[in-house]
């Protein structure tokens, strides 16, 4: 009789995950790499967080546990409480520490169709259920997300602008979201592009969280600050949902590389002016060359776009992606997102923006 195995069973949810799937870093040999699959700034990081970075020299101590360098910059340039602040490793900890300390089993959390995937990570993570609420025209509705609302929803999702589509919902649109909440609901604001948006109808949700006890805005230094290689993230929200955060976080959370280089690319946003004003440059061009080739390009106020491609034989989006990866362009899959036949692209440095427009209309001819 064969012998029955035991051993440790991961709580319910845990095996639902479907494992985060970064985008491709490599391409196939004989041509200049253009890594365009994970949202990076071409620019790099401010020379100012380099030279903060290398000073870092005494690895024998501890970080500071409170980031209070950091989280006193994030306040100096933003206008903030550092006390309502909370840093974290990447925005993805952050996001994750929310679910942590309000989500549990019986409980529901919402978020949109194609909204990052951390959500629905650190919603099962946490033991609580994930509801999906559809879009309208690959932008947040927010009508969809109040009708799915009950007395079991505990938290609300929404990445504005959201990441793979690059749309957004005005300002407007999320008080009205807001006013239609449960106010023991926690409203959690992803702007992880904010930088990049210049619409007169848009904020990140500053405004929002001050004047509000259910409302978390997060943020990220992987984008435009060009620090994705030493996550850094962070939230700003009321003072009890900091406290409770601040709880259940690991007391060495952030290394003492990332504070330091953080605190002065926050400082230097004369850098992020460039950053910004180069993807306004690049981003227009690269739709207006691409929409010429026949590409439907979904409209981005991020430094991303998603490109679809003809449900047609051998020019569908992963033929597109086999031909760009021979010819060293890297681009984002999106299946996991459900598009089944889109590339998301970053905008790049010139050269790569070119590269990738004059490969894709080598590969539609």
Same mark, same amino acid.
């Given at each position: ?34 890594k365009l699959s994970s949202n990076e700034s071409p ?95 690959? =932008? ?5 997300? *109040? ?39 926690? *409203? ?34 992987? =984008? ?90 051998? =020019?569908?989006?992963?033929d597109a992606d086999a031909f760009l990866l021979e ?39």
């Open positions: 009789m064969e012998e029955q195995v035991v051993r440790p069973v991961p709580r319910a949810g845990v095996l639902a995950i479907d494992p985060y799937v970064p985008g491709k870093a490599k391409a196939n040999g004989g041509h200049k790499l253009h620019l790099g990081a401010s020379p100012k967080a380099l030279e903060a970075y290398r000073t870092v020299s005494e690895l024998q101590f501890y970080p500071d546990g409170s980031a209070g360098e950091l989280r006193t910059a994030i306040g100096e340039v933003y206008g903030l409480n550092p006390d309502h602040v909370i840093c974290g490793c990447g925005s993805d900890e952050v996001l994750s520490l929310l679910a942590y300390a309000y989500l549990g089993e019986g409980d529901e959390a919402i978020y949109t169709t194609h909204g990052f995937l951390v959500y629905k990570i650190a919603i099962h993570a946490a033991g609580a259920t994930p509801v999906v609420a559809p879009e309208k025209d690959l =932008k947040t509705d927010v009508d969809a997300i *109040l009708e799915r609302v009950t007395e079991k929803t505990k938290m609300v999702f929404v990445a504005n602008p959201n990441n793979p589509t690059g749309t957004y919902i005005p300002f407007d649109e999320v008080k009205r979201l807001h006013a239609g909440l449960p106010k023991s609901c926690i *409203l959690v604001l992803d702007a992880a592009y904010a930088e990049y948006v210049r619409r007169n109808d848009y904020q990140s949700g500053i405004e929002l969280v001050a004047n509000s006890e259910n409302v978390v805005m997060t943020r990220t230094f992987s =984008k435009a600050y060009g620090l994705p290689a030493l996550r850094v993230g962070w939230a700003y929200g009321p003072e009890h949902i900091i406290d409770a955060l601040n709880r259940i976080r690991g007391p060495f959370n952030m290394n003492a590389a990332a504070i330091a280089a953080g605190a002065a690319a926050v400082r230097d946003q004369a850098f992020i002016e460039q950053a910004v004003s180069h993807n306004n440059e690049w981003l227009p061009w690269v739709v207006n060359e691409l929409t010429k080739l026949g590409l439907d390009v979904t409209p981005s106020v991020g430094n991303f776009i998603l490109i679809h491609f003809p449900e047609e034989q051998g =020019k569908r989006a992963v010819r060293g362009c890297v681009l984002r899959q999106v299946k996991a997102y459900g598009f089944d036949n889109a590339l998301r692209m970053s905008i790049g440095s010139e050269e790569a923006n070119r590269d990738v427009v004059a490969a894709l209309t080598e590969f539609l001819k």
